[in-house]
């Protein structure tokens, strides 16, 4: 831009010209358009802790179904302890498929249904693009702590995200150590954010600009409407 330019428009754009920017941002930033089509985006969960899990169970899971087989022997029976040890052998076994499971994925997108789906041990929870919200998240006192602690090292912060559905009193939170890297996590926020800013609405809007002369009038009309007060009262 030319110095005449700035001159003769001291650099600002006027009310009007400043609200019809912000209705365009909002247009383009709420259109459905800016979503994908036909496609499932998937988040899997982090390899790290996906290894790990499957490492516990099994160790644990061996060893459960050694001490059940043991306590079943004549010579050292206990119903107790047998029970005991297949209840967490069952658990261990249960903890380990459910990590194949999560391999796929732990949030998925799908822009053909519209939803958004978590994984829950067995189970998939579905929010339909209309009844979904997502803000920032937060971590409890002990993830808290950890945080802090983690400032002081090499490794980066724990980012959080709330999954929420509108209609239901539960909302689900993620974070970047969930899933399988930071690219990942920092994908799924912006791609939440956008279902959110399209089929909710836009949270961070700066709120609409009243001209001065619309104020005024709002002001009169609110003092013509008051009722007459008693100075005595």
């Known amino acids: 831009m030319s110095d ?10 006027g009310i009007e010209e400043f609200g019809n920017d912000l209705k365009e941002k909002e247009v383009i930033k709420a259109s459905p358009d800016s979503l994908p089509k036909d496609t499932v985006h998937c988040f899997p969960a982090n390899k790290n802790t996906i290894m790990l899990r499957r490492i516990l169970t099994a160790v644990l899971g061996i060893g459960f179904i050694a001490s059940s087989v043991y306590f079943f022997l004549p010579a050292s029976r ?26 796929s994925y732990r949030v ?9 789906v978590l994984r829950y041990q067995f189970t998939k929870i579905r929010i339909p693009f209309e009844d979904f919200d997502t803000r920032e998240g937060k971590p409890d006192q002990a993830s808290s702590l950890l945080t802090t602690l983690q400032k002081s090292s090499a490794k980066p912060p724990v980012k959080y995200l709330i999954l929420d559905n509108v209609r239901e009193s539960a909302c689900y939170q993620t974070t970047s150590k969930d899933l399988a890297s930071s690219e990942d996590f920092d994908q799924l926020e912006s791609e939440a954010k956008k279902i959110r800013d399209v089929y909710r609405g836009i949270q961070d809007a700066p709120p609409a600009l009243i001209e001065e002369e619309d104020e005024m009038a709002r002001i009169i009309n609110s003092a013509m409407l008051d009722n007459p007060k008693n100075i005595d009262e």
């Open 4 to 13: 005449q330019s700035i001159s003769e428009t001291d650099g600002t754009p």
């Open 108 to 116: 998925a997108l799908d822009y053909t249904i519209n939803e958004v």
């Open 78 to 103: 206990s119903i107790g302890l047998s029970g005991f040890s297949i209840a967490g052998a069952i658990i261990c076994i249960l903890v380990f498929v459910q990590t194949f499971l999560i391999a």
